[in-house]
């Protein structure tokens, strides 16, 4: 794992309107509502330890010039490098389990069966909705013949995004993040984003966020975890890393990889109760960041809603959802 963000940039259309619930048919996968999500490491990068001295963080402004400008954002490509994110269930049944399919395909339109393991896994799949009320981290299960699938429930009708989180096998392939409209039917009710809020609450734990979201320029950002009051000093890893944060623009959610400072094993990353990661966000916006991390042998995740740059307005609170961790079958 590398210190410091690494932003996947996907650049494209993405169709979104929110006002009218999608007339589906029934073939659909499980994935489920939640209030909290999860993120990864490896995946999503470009090398960029993120120091001041690094040539990508003087790209997003990390040297302090040029601190307005806008950084890459990511995820809303669907093509890019060659490759190509071939959903082949755009569309599902809000809470029906179904299985959800898709195969990478190369520029000759091959499907991609080769892979570099980042993290523990050939590719991460992110699933949000797009009032980023509903959060899914999961690890699909690839066939010989390169068709990846895993099980999704999710809990309500309306808009969703898969990101396709990878690197091609081969000594001079890029990590890739690939984005795809995915339409749940079923009667709609859109939610609106949480008020911005520097605690969270996942499953008894209280996690608090420190540290600033800054546009075009690179920022830390810590996240302290406890529970019943006390520091949780023990976290254990998950997928190579005591924490993964997942940032997500609100509007197009633009997707943020962000990776934490430091890993298990290094001789100076403590267990908890503290999780560093240095961000940069692409623009002024309202932007709902996703933790995940392991105690006690279960997987959890904390949602945050945060401003970078002068953004105007309130929001309102919505209903806490419920985060989802899955290897595709289910785990």
Not at 5 to 21: H, M, N, Q, V, W
Not at 64 to 70: F, L, N, T
Not at 319 to 329: F, N
């Amino acid at each position: 794992m590398h210190t410091g963000l690494r932003i996947t940039a996907f650049a494209a259309a993405l169709a979104a309107t929110f006002g009218t619930a999608y007339g589906v048919g029934a073939g659909v996968d499980p994935i489920v509502a939640d209030s909290a999500p999860a993120p990864h490491d490896e995946h999503g990068e470009r090398d960029d330890p993120g120091g001041p001295d690094d040539p990508s963080s003087r790209r997003e402004g990390g040297d302090g010039h040029g601190a307005h400008e806008s950084a890459p954002a990511g995820g809303l490509q669907i093509s890019e490098g060659g490759y190509t994110l071939d959903l082949a269930t755009p569309r599902v049944t809000a809470g029906q389990r179904t299985e959800l399919r898709f195969t990478v395909r190369d520029a000759s339109g091959d499907a991609v069966t080769a892979y570099r393991r980042e993290h523990e896994k050939e590719l991460h799949l992110v699933l949000a909705s797009r009032d980023l009320v509903t959060y899914r981290h999961l690890h699909p299960t690839r066939a010989a013949d390169g068709t990846w699938s895993t099980p999704v429930d999710l809990p309500a009708a309306g808009g969703y995004r898969v990101f396709a989180d990878f690197t091609p096998a081969g000594e001079d392939t890029e990590n890739l993040t690939l984005g795809a409209d995915l339409a749940a039917s079923g009667r709609y009710k859109p939610a609106r984003l949480p008020v911005p809020s520097g605690t969270a609450r996942a499953d008894g734990y209280e996690v608090e966020l420190d540290g600033p979201l800054r546009p075009g320029k690179a920022s830390e950002l810590k996240l302290k975890v406890s529970r019943d009051g006390e520091p949780v000093e023990d976290l254990q890893p998950y997928l190579g890393a005591y924490g993964h944060l997942v940032a997500l623009r609100a509007g197009d959610l633009a997707h943020l990889h962000v990776h934490p400072n430091g890993e298990p094993g290094d001789g100076t990353t403590e267990p908890g109760p503290e999780i560093s990661f240095t961000a940069t966000a692409p623009s002024d916006g309202t932007y709902r960041l996703f933790l995940d991390f392991r105690h006690r042998g279960e997987v959890h995740t904390a949602a945050f809603t945060v401003r970078a740059g002068s953004t105007p307005g309130t929001t309102e609170s919505a209903p806490a959802a419920t985060p989802e961790h899955t290897d595709g079958h289910g785990h």
